[in-house]
Each structure stands twice: as C-alpha cells, then as structure tokens.
C-alpha cells in the first residue's frame, strides 16, 4: 500500500473512530439524568449522571441481590462499613499458614451503599463496582464505585478518596414503575410476593401500599415480570401458559439431572421459551434426600427456585445462566411438600404505570 493510499484510510479511519466517540457520548448525554457527585474531600462533580446503557444499580444485600433502576433513584449515598490499616504478607511455603510481612502498610475500606428511591422506600447494601459517567460542559467523566477500596503503601485512611453521595434532581426523572395487585386474588394469609425481572432473574425492591395487597416496583416493563406469592393453601406462582418446544424441554430435563449442587433431587413442574434470546425459564422443586451435618434426619431441606438456561439448538443442549430462589423450607417428617400453582391468570395482576 502507497504511503499516499495509507494516509487517506488512517485518515478516513480516525473519522469514523471520532464519530462513533461523538455519537456515544451522545447517547450518553441524551440518557442521562442531572444531578451531582459528592467526594470525601469536598469536590463536587454536576452535569448528566448515566451508567452504562442497559445497565441497572445491583445491591447485594445482606440476604439478596437487588437490582434498581436508575430512573427510580432519588439519590445514593456510601458511608463507610469497616476501615483499618492492613500490614501486607506473604506465604514464605507454597501450601503452608507461614506469614512473612512485607512490611508495607495500606488503607482499606469497605463502603454501605444507601439508595433512596423516589417513593421513599430505602435499600441498603454492597453495590459492586459500578460506572457512573457524568457529562457536562467540560467533556465526560468516569466515577468508579466500589464495595472496597485499597489505598497504597504508606497513605492514610483519610488520602483514600471515596464518592459520599450521588444526588439526582427530581424533576429530571422519568421514573416509571410497575404494580402486582393482588386485590381480587382472594388468598389466604398472604405473605409478600417475591418480584423478579427477567431476563436475569434479578430479586426487585417492593414497596406495599399501605392497608392494600398492592405492590410496587421500580421497572417500567410489566412484561418482564414473575412473582410468587406464599398463602395458606399453598404457593401461587405468576407463570406463563405455555411450554418449550419438546427438544427444550428435553434438554432441561437433562441438565436438570446432570447438575451438581447441595441439593440431590429436582422436579421439573414447567418451562417456557424466550426463543428470540435463546433463554428457557423452568420452575423446579429441589430437595436434599442425603445426610446433612446438623439436621434431623426427618427433615428434608427444600427450595421452589426459577432457573434460567441458555439453550443451543445444534447440540440440543441447555446451560444453567443462573437462578433465583422463591421459597425455602423444611419437610418434617411425613409431611407433604407444599402445593405449587402456576398460574397464566395471575400475570393480568401486573400493570405499568408513570
């Protein structure tokens, strides 16, 4: 290639790089809320708050992974949960609990999150490292959370720097939300539904409107929702009326045996298809039939959980993505399992609202 013809690619090349960095920060900008970023020193960042796009705020939580929608952030605040001064060390012995220090002495922090929602309801937890970009006059930045931070050798607690507070203004937010009523549902002792998103399965923060059997949830997309509700004749479950083509189906029922866990026996109790990404989505029954250290022998540990797969159609075989567990227990003794209902009707309860 002639140094001339080389020039005019690089050139036109660096063209097409440039645009497709303007129309990304575009896309930014257009998705993005304001709002302002908070520091531990005093600095303050405004402009566009966004993430990155089709990306969600995920709280891990003392019992639960919890995902939320930026849209239905009023804002997001990180104390810190555990500080001290670590003095660094390795293993002298491969194999062995023999610690040499290196004497190198480091900060570390470990940092709650605290997200208030537009409806006031809080959830508290680790959020794991997330990308805020913020965008205003001055270009485009970066902000990386993180559950822990680990400053370097000879700093101090107070040189680690660390977002305190995420605000969004309220009047920019299109927050949207989605409702399961269980009003006209006529159950009995009805304990909370346990609200998930597919496509992956994620637990959603509820919020109960007060004297109502009505929840809701930060999601704009009803259509994405399942949920379970425990009540006294049994466990109802919010699941669609169809089922997987039969070679699907198959395969399930094949990993389904294959798969390794705590857990030594599964039943299928049904499956359905989202064909256009490949995902099956099967409610299964587990149960622990072997010995466990610490547990009766009359008691059985149970769990209804949704699993996720991702089916391929030329080997005709599912991998489990990951799950979300519904309902736990015990069976004690000669008692039956509860009762579980799939039930199509119950998905006309979910709604969307603005």
Known sequence: MSGKVFSQTFFIWMLLVAAIIVACFGVARADGRTGSVEWSDGHKLAGDISLTPGKDLRIFTSTSQVSVSRDEVKDIRFTPA????????????????????????????????????????????HLFTTVFYVENDDGAQKVVVMAKQTGANGQKLADLVYPTAIRFDTGASNAASSQVDLTQAGFVDMQPPVIVVRPDLTLLPVQQTTGKSIWTVPLSNPGQLLFSVEAADGIHVAWPDAEPDPSMKQAVETALKLMQDFYDTRTLLGSFADTDAGDIYSLVMMKRMGAINDVSADEIPWSLVILRWKYDPEQKKATLLNRVLLVTGRQEGNSPLPMVFKEAALLKDISGSK
């Open 82 to 125: 555990k500080e001290e001064m670590w003095k660094g060390f390795y293993f002298s012995n491969e194999g062995q609990a023999t610690q040499v220090k290196t004497g190198d002495v480091y900060p570390i922090r470990y940092l709650q999150t605290h997200i208030t929602l537009a409806n006031g309801q809080l959830v508290e937890g």
